[in-house]
C-alpha cells in the first residue's frame, strides 16, 4: 500500500471509529466533537506559539532601539510593552485581545497587525489557489494515464518522475526552476517576486508564474500517485468488469465509471494538499522572496516582532485546522458507509 493510500485509509478509519462506542459519545453528533477538538487544538497551538515566542534569542525592547540603546531606554520600553510582566498574564491578555479582534500593534513599525496580515494572507491565498487550480487537472489527467497504461512505459516513466519530485524539498524545486527559467539557462520570467505587498498578486502576473510551478511539482506528484491508485482499484472492480462484458467502449468506461468513482480520494487528497500548503508554501515564498504569510512570518521571526510573530503563526495554524476540518466532512459526505457517522 502507497503513503497515499495508507494516508487515507487512516483518515477514514478516524473518522469511522467515532460511531464504534458507548451510547454516551453518539449523543453528540460527530461533526460537532470535531469541530470541539479543533478548537482545543487551536487553544493549544496558541500556548505552544507563546511559549516558541518567549524563547526567541535577542531581545524585543534591543531590536526596537538599537544597540546604542542605554539600559534606561531598554528597561523603559519593555515596561511600555509590558514584556516585564508575568509570562501567564501577558499570554492571557493576548488570547483575550486576539479573541476580540484585536491583533496588536507591530513592535517594529508601529502598524496594526490586521494592516500587515490581511493582505499578505490574500497574496498567500492567491498563490495556492493558482497552484491547485494547475495541479488538479494536470494530476488527474496524469493519474489517469498512468492507471490505464498500468505497467507500460508511460506508466513507469509518470511513477518515476513523480516519485522523484516528491522526494525533492519544495527549496531545491524552486532553485531548480529560477536556474532554469530565470537565470542561466532561459531568462523568461524574474527570480524573485518584487511587488507591493499591499497591491495583489494578480496583478503582477509574471511574479506568480514560478513560485505557483514551484508548488504545483511539489503537491501534484502526491495527487497523481493517488489517483492513480485508486482508477487501479476502480478499474479492477466488478461493475467495471459488468460494464466491460456489456461491450461498453474501454474510454466510456475509465472516463463515465472508473474515474467518477475514484475521485472521492482525489477530493480528500486535494483538502489534504491545502492543507500541507499552509506550512509548505512558506519556504517557496521564502525562495522567491514571495511577499506572502512566509515571509512576513520570517521577517517578525527576524526583527522579533513578538505580536506579529503570534498572529500569522496561528493564522496558518487556524487554515491548517479548517481544512483538515473540511477534509473530515468531505470524507463523510461522499463515502456511503460513513455517512451516518455526521449525524
Known amino acids: 500500500m502507497t503513503s497515499a493510500e495508507s494516508g487515507l485509509s ?3 478509519n478516524s473518522i469511522s471509529n467515532p460511531v464504534e462506542g458507548s451510547p454516551r459519545r453518539r449523543v453528540v453528533p460527530w ?8 478548537f482545543l487544538t487551536l487553544f493549544a497551538v496558541s500556548i505552544l506559539i507563546f511559549l516558541a515566542t518567549q524563547v526567541l534569542p535577542g531581545d524585543a525592547a534591543k531590536s526596537i532601539l538599537g544597540r546604542d540603546a542605554t539600559p534606561e531606554k531598554l528597561e523603559a520600553l519593555r515596561a511600555q510593552l509590558g514584556l516585564n510582566r508575568p509570562a501567564l498574564e501577558q499570554y492571557l491578555d493576548w488570547a483575550r485581545n486576539f479573541v476580540t479582534g484585536d491583533f496588536g500593534l507591530s513592535l517594529v513599525n508601529n502598524r496594526s497587525v ?3 496580515l490581511v493582505p499578505r494572507a490574500m ?6 489557489l493558482c497552484a491547485i487550480v494547475i495541479a488538479l487537472p494536470l494530476s488527474i489527467l496524469l493519474g489517469s494515464i498512468s492507471a490505464a497504461r498500468r505497467d507500460g512505459p508511460l506508466d513507469q516513466g509518470i511513477s518515476v518522475t513523480s516519485l522523484t519530485f516528491n522526494a525533492l524539498p519544495e527549496f531545491v524545486i524552486g532553485l531548480g526552476l529560477v536556474v532554469l527559467f530565470a537565470t542561466s539557462v532561459m531568462k523568461i520570467f524574474p527570480a524573485v517576486s518584487i511587488f507591493p505587498p ?5 496583478s503582477n502576473p509574471a511574479a506568480l508564474v514560478l513560485p505557483a510551478f514551484a508548488l504545483v511539482l511539489a503537491i501534484s506528484p502526491y495527487l497523481i500517485r493517488l489517483v492513480r491508485a485508486s482508477l487501479i482499484d476502480a478499474l479492477d472492480s466488478e461493475y467495471v468488469l459488468t460494464a466491460r462484458l456489456r461491450g461498453i467502449p474501454e474510454r466510456r468506461i475509465l472516463v463515465n465509471h472508473a474515474l ?4 472521492v480520494p482525489v477530493v480528500h487528497g486535494t483538502a489534504l494538499m491545502l492543507a500541507y500548503l499552509a506550512g509548505g508554501i512558506v519556504v517557496i515564498e521564502y525562495v522567491f522572496r514571495f511577499p506572502g504569510l512566509g515571509g512576513l512570518l520570517l521577517e517578525a521571526v527576524s526583527a522579533r516582532d513578538l505580536p506579529l510573530i503570534q498572529a500569522t503563526a496561528l493564522f496558518l495554524a487556524a487554515v491548517y485546522v479548517v481544512v483538515n476540518l473540511i477534509a473530515d466532512l468531505l470524507v463523510v459526505r461522499l463515502t456511503p458507509r460513513l455517512r451516518g457517522v455526521g449525524a
Request: hydrophobic fraction near 40%; aromatic fraction near 6%; charge should be negative.
Open 198 to 202: 499591499e497591491e495583489s498578486a494578480f
Open 31 to 38: 461533526w460537532v466533537r470535531r469541530i470541539g477538538g479543533g
Open 123 to 128: 497574496n498567500t491565498i492567491a498563490l495556492a
Open 114 to 116: 490586521e494592516e500587515l
Open 10 to 12: 487512516e483518515r477514514t
Open 260 to 263: 467518477r468513482n475514484s475521485m
